[in-house]
Each structure stands twice: as C-alpha cells, then as structure tokens.
C-alpha cells in the first residue's frame, strides 16, 4: 500500500493572494472585451437546433398525437412536473394520453423527457417566452402542448442525426 502525500502549500499560497490575482486578472481582461446586447423585443433570437426551449407534444399530419401515454416521460421527470392519463383507442396503436399535463412551473427543462420517450412524441421546442398571471395558466394541458410535426421540423431533424 502506498501513501499519497498531498503536496505542502508554501506560506505565500496559504495566503491565496495568488488565486487572488488570477480572479482579478481574468475579470480586468473580461472588461476590456467588447460587449453585446440583444435590443430584446425588437430584435428577435432565433436558437439554434439543439436549444431546449418548453416541452410539447408532436400533431401527426392527421391531428393526432404520437403520444402512446407509456408515461416513461412523467416518471423520469425529476420535477414531477408532467402528469399522463391513459385511455383505450380502436386505432392501430391501443393506448392514447386523454390526459397529457405539463406544469410549467414546476418544468426545469432538463429534456429527459425527450430523451426516454419512445415514440419522439415530446419534444423540447425552440419557444423561450412563457409568461403567466397565476398557477393554473402555468398548467399547460393537450391543447396548448400539441404543435404541428412541420412547425417542429429542425428539432426533429437534430434529434434523428443526433441520436
């Protein structure tokens, strides 16, 4: 067995006034670099692809949703902030979300939920405004999640190269 001795700080280290001056530094030369502002809301960010805006709900060309309500979303959901209802469907697939909620608030859009889902049926999109006047405008259910498959098209493309 070997012993790993930790290398002895010298005196003028103990003090830290070099970590001191490193800080200093790197915060002098931040200053002198030229600054950027976005005129927001005049001026509108575009995010690129990979962007992990708020969470929705994929519309098939036909109106309905890609969701199979496996709920694989709420469990890995470290918020707790998404809630799914199973329903039966004589369709092809069997199951469907009759109820698919996402509380806004609570959301910490982290995207594990576009991770383990199945079905690429929750994605995060690029939309960054959310505003609210109470709680209960903040749960967002089917009908504000729902987005068309074209209008989510460069998230979808970035997810299928990506994976």
Request: hydrophobic share 35%; net charge negative.
């Amino acid at each position: 067995m070997s012993i790993i001795k930790k290398k002895d700080l010298t005196f003028f280290e103990q003090t830290y006034i070099p970590q001191i001056v490193k800080g200093l530094g790197l915060t002098i030369k931040q200053v002198f670099q030229p600054t950027f502002t976005r005129q927001y809301p005049e001026e509108i960010w575009h995010p690129p692809s990979s962007y992990r805006g708020r969470p929705v709900l994929v519309q098939e060309d036909d109106g309905t949703e890609r969701c199979v309500a496996c709920s694989l979303c709420s469990r890995v959901c470290p918020a707790l902030a998404i809630e799914v209802q199973a329903g039966e469907t004589e369709r092809d697939k069997e199951r469907y979300p009759e109820k698919f909620e996402i509380n806004m608030v609570r959301c910490i859009f982290c995207g594990f939920c576009e991770e383990v889902c199945p079905e690429e049926a929750i994605v995060m999109s690029d939309e960054y405004e959310l505003v609210f006047s109470n709680q209960e405008e903040a749960i967002f259910g089917k009908d504000k999640l729902l987005v068309p498959k074209e209008k989510l098209k460069k998230r979808l493309d970035f997810l299928k190269e990506n994976r």
